[in-house]
Nanobody, 117 residues
Framework: QVQLVESRGGLVQAGGSLRLACAAS????????MGWYRQAPGKQRELVAR???????NYADSVKGRFTISMDNAKSTVYLQMNSLKPEDTAVYYC???????????WGQGTQVTVSS
């Protein structure tokens, strides 16, 4: 059983920084990719950043240059360093992991990030 445990988000002022972490357990088939998604009230869940096991990354245009995703393969942990936060970054952030197995896609419980203006 794959489980994801996310660190607590928080409340931060605009321009501030926050770091999220997500640790996966129960990984059997190796990690294909880990990533972060977010969902703001009344909006669909969207990709924030994703990193494949190869090290390649992709980011939402809205966070490029401000957010950085990294992964510790040995610990099956993914991080999201968020700098220069804006009020529009306010959302529930979800961790995601894909194993090297078809349809092996898992989600964390979500953590609230609130950026005040």
């Amino acid at each position: 059983q794959v489980q994801l445990v996310e660190s607590r988000g928080g409340l931060v002022q605009a321009g501030g920084s926050l770091r999220l972490a997500c640790a996966a357990s129960g990984i059997i088939f190796g990690i294909k990719a880990m990533g972060w998604y977010r969902q703001a009230p009344g909006k669909q869940r969207e990709l924030v950043a994703r990193m494949q096991s190869s090290g390649s990354t992709n980011y939402a245009d809205s966070v490029k240059g401000r957010f950085t995703i990294s992964m510790d393969n040995a610990k099956s942990t993914v991080y999201l360093q968020m700098n220069s936060l804006k009020p529009e970054d306010t959302a529930v952030y979800y961790c995601n992991v894909q194993q090297n197995l078809p349809n092996s896609n898992y989600w964390g419980q979500g953590t609230q990030v609130t950026v005040s203006s």
